[in-house]
């Protein structure tokens, strides 16, 4: 008989709009952590409880708040579902920033990760408890009385997405990882077999068992099964196979012939504008294929905020707010925003990226009191703003930017001044940017946010998109570039470049005119010429990625896919380190080890099967 340990909790799976349950939420004594074996429980169910359609509902909902990050046993920023710390600030796109506590979040920065490090065994722990959770509902859901058959399948194909999910997870964090399914009684399980056919047939099992549409917007349907299964395929290569999948996934009017939709039924497309998709009034829009559903004042406690990205925020409110300014932009990233005379990325004809050559013009060394500060007059790309926080534009709804008018006698602003030393608590260590993607607007405090978690800290409700359909597009153009056409890749491309020329741009009102205008010379084009060259249309695409899906931690998974975080990494801390000296002084990363982290040491002493990565 399994039993299992429950925390009671509210949880919401549908974000901030329909309340699923008030209910139990499980962490399994299966769990691949061992020491859970050692500890008596103050509550004790049986599975047997909760074989039943209730039960299994339940248990699902606990599964499903493990992408969050936040379970009993996580920490915030360690353990969040959206992987900054993993897949952004060791990427070359963002610097841990601040200076205040958090030490682990640094060390992953500078590639000194150790098997001890306390972050790597939380991450560890936090996908296995999602796994432990998953397996409970499918244990639940064949054993219960007062299912039919369907509603069973239906149950364990969910189970079986979310699993598939926390593996794919653990899998690209740390590579060499044990696959543990519902039947698995022996958890010394060893960790040196490949595990990616048990996470497609996960998926494929749910693309096969899920609907199309599902009642709750945060329910994972077979499109976003199907979506996995192609990502899947891009991380192993697959690219025929992934090429296939896409084309079934992408709708005609995209260049596909297939029917993908969200879990509302909403084809799959494009969002008008860019910033709509990191906009709470607006999730769950027809570009999301699957988002962690976060949610505030709706009585978990902040239990289904986003906690793990609280710190990534300005100090502009609170003021001074101890931990702000975390998961800054780096240099680098604020660069290749930049365009050229028709709108392109700074590409050469092989296809090098030339945008850092030299450091876009910033206020790093500017005073706050230089009152005739503009910002960088040169052609950018207007998802720049959208992304990145910085001095002389809005951020959001928060600031307009400062400004010398024709008819101003002063430095003025409104609201509130713009991104500048007040907005930064160590810029020597993090730089002058702050990151946009995860914060809420002005106008949403106390409706998509709270400080439960901390007074100095609000806690955010804006999802995050695991996947969203321009990410799908883009591995579309990548499997043309690798096997296909390279002006269907560009056709890919395109669609993502035409929403960012034609959708909202970052306005600043000059009150004393009362009209509205750019906040910088933002200057967009299409790739109109074909593309004849398979390193430039590889280049381009890759570059692409990196400005559609900056600071959604993605990149430096993508990078070791492609087999180029190393040479990419090395290349940019020559070029960054100067630039940030007090951080990145004497950082190097290592081949052939920092591509993925390392077994924690704790697991390893728990399971005497677990085969350490090299390097380490």
């Known amino acids: 008989m399994k039993l299992i340990y429950f925390q009671t909790k509210q949880f919401y799976l549908s974000g901030k709009y329909l309340a699923l349950f008030s209910l139990l939420t499980g962490l399994l004594f299966f769990s691949c952590n061992n020491n859970f074996l050692?500890?008596?429980?103050?509550?004790?169910?049986?599975?047997?409880?909760?074989?039943?359609?209730?039960?299994?509902?339940?248990?699902?909902?606990?599964?499903?708040?493990?992408?969050?990050?936040?379970?009993?046993?996580?920490?915030?920023?360690?353990?969040?579902?959206?992987?900054?710390?993993?897949?952004?600030?060791?990427?070359?796109?963002?610097?841990?920033?601040?200076?205040?506590?958090?030490?682990?979040?640094?060390?992953?920065?500078?590639?000194?990760?150790q098997s001890s490090t306390g972050y790597i065994a939380d991450k560890w722990r936090s996908d296995y408890d999602g796994i432990s959770r998953s397996n409970a509902v499918i244990l639940a859901a064949n054993a219960?009385?007062?299912?039919?058959?369907?509603?069973?399948?239906?149950?364990?194909?969910?189970?079986?997405?979310?699993?598939?999910?926390?593996h794919f997870d653990a899998k690209k964090i740390f590579k060499n990882v044990p696959f543990i399914d519902e039947k698995?009684?022996?958890?010394?399980?060893?960790?040196?077999?490949?595990?990616?056919?048990?996470?497609?047939?996960?998926?494929?099992?749910?693309?096969?068992?899920?609907?199309?549409?599902?009642?709750?917007?945060?329910?994972?349907?077979?499109?976003?099964?199907?979506?996995?299964?192609?990502?899947?395929?891009?991380?192993?290569?697959?690219?025929?196979?992934?090429?296939?999948?896409?084309?079934?996934?992408?709708?005609s009017m995209y260049g596909g012939n297939g029917y993908g939709a969200n879990s509302k039924g909403a084809g799959y497309a494009l969002a008008a504008n860019f910033d709509d998709n990191f906009n709470a009034a607006l999730e769950n829009n027809a570009e999301q294929v699957f988002q962690i559903q976060f949610s505030v004042n709706d009585g978990s406690n902040g239990g289904n905020e986003n906690i793990g990205e609280s710190a990534n925020t300005p100090a502009f409110y609170p003021i001074s707010s101890f931990y702000t300014t975390w998961k800054q932009p780096?240099?680098?990233?604020?660069?290749?925003?930049?365009?050229?005379?028709?709108?392109?990325?700074?590409?050469?004809?092989?296809?090098?990226?030339?945008?850092?050559?030299t450091n876009m013009k910033n206020d790093m060394d500017v005073s706050a009191s230089d009152f005739t500060y503009n910002t960088y007059q040169g052609n950018i790309d207007p998802r720049l703003d959208w992304t990145v926080g910085r001095r002389g534009v809005p951020y959001l709804d928060w600031a307009s930017p400062s400004y010398w008018g024709a008819n101003a006698t002063s430095y003025s602003s409104y609201p509130t001044s713009d991104p500048?030393?007040?907005?930064?608590?160590?810029?020597?260590?993090?730089?002058?940017?702050?990151?946009?993607?995860n914060n809420y607007r002005a106008s949403q405090v106390g409706l998509f946010s709270d400080n439960y978690a901390?007074?100095?800290?609000?806690?955010?409700?804006?999802?995050?998109?695991?996947?969203?359909f321009a990410d799908v597009l883009l591995w579309a153009a990548e499997c043309e570039v690798e096997i296909g056409d390279l002006n269907k890749a560009r056709t890919f491309v395109n669609f993502i470049r035409n929403r960012a020329l034609t959708g909202r741009q970052v306005e600043v009102s000059y009150d004393y005119i009362g009209n509205y205008y750019p906040s910088?010379?933002?200057?967009?084009?299409?790739?109109?010429?074909?593309?004849?060259?398979?390193?430039?249309?590889?280049?381009?695409?890759?570059?692409?990625?990196?400005?559609?899906?900056?600071?959604?931690?993605h990149r430096f998974f993508d990078l070791v896919r492609w087999d180029i975080a190393g040479t990419y990494l090395k290349n940019y801390l020559t070029t960054e380190q100067p630039r940030l000296p007090a951080n990145l002084t004497g950082v190097n990363f290592t081949s052939n080890k920092n591509e993925y982290f390392p077994i924690p040491q704790l697991e390893m002493d728990l399971n005497p099967n677990l085969k350490q990565n090299p390097g380490y």
């Open 38 to 113: 050692n500890v008596a429980p103050p509550n004790v169910i049986t599975v047997d409880a909760l074989a039943n359609k209730v039960g299994v509902q339940q248990l699902l909902v606990g599964a499903y708040h493990d992408l969050t990050g936040l379970t009993v046993h996580s920490g915030w920023w360690s353990t969040a579902g959206t992987n900054w710390i993993y897949g952004d600030v060791t990427s070359g796109d963002a610097y841990r920033g601040g200076s205040n506590d958090g030490a682990d979040g640094v060390i992953i920065e500078h590639f000194q990760t």
């Open 144 to 166: 219960a009385q007062n299912m039919t058959a369907s509603e069973k399948t239906e149950a364990v194909a969910e189970a079986r997405f979310l699993r598939g999910h926390f």
């Open 184 to 251: 698995v009684t022996d958890f010394k399980v060893s960790n040196t077999i490949d595990i990616w056919p048990n996470i497609e047939a996960d998926f494929r099992f749910a693309f096969k068992n899920l609907p199309a549409k599902q009642p709750l917007k945060g329910q994972a349907n077979k499109w976003a099964a199907a979506c996995y299964i192609a990502k899947c395929y891009m991380f192993e290569k697959k690219f025929t196979q992934a090429k296939a999948v896409l084309d079934s996934i992408i709708p």
């Open 330 to 357: 780096s240099f680098n990233l604020v660069n290749a925003f930049q365009t050229d005379i028709k709108g392109l990325p700074l590409l050469d004809g092989a296809g090098n990226d030339l945008s850092n050559i």
């Open 420 to 437: 500048s030393y007040g907005w930064i608590n160590n810029r020597l260590f993090g730089g002058p940017y702050s990151p946009v993607k």
């Open 454 to 468: 901390q007074g100095y800290l609000l806690g955010s409700a804006v999802n995050y998109s695991i996947i969203r």
């Open 520 to 553: 910088a010379n933002y200057y967009i084009g299409l790739y109109n010429d074909s593309w004849t060259s398979q390193a430039y249309a590889r280049s381009a695409v890759r570059l692409e990625r990196r400005l559609e899906l900056a600071l959604e931690g």
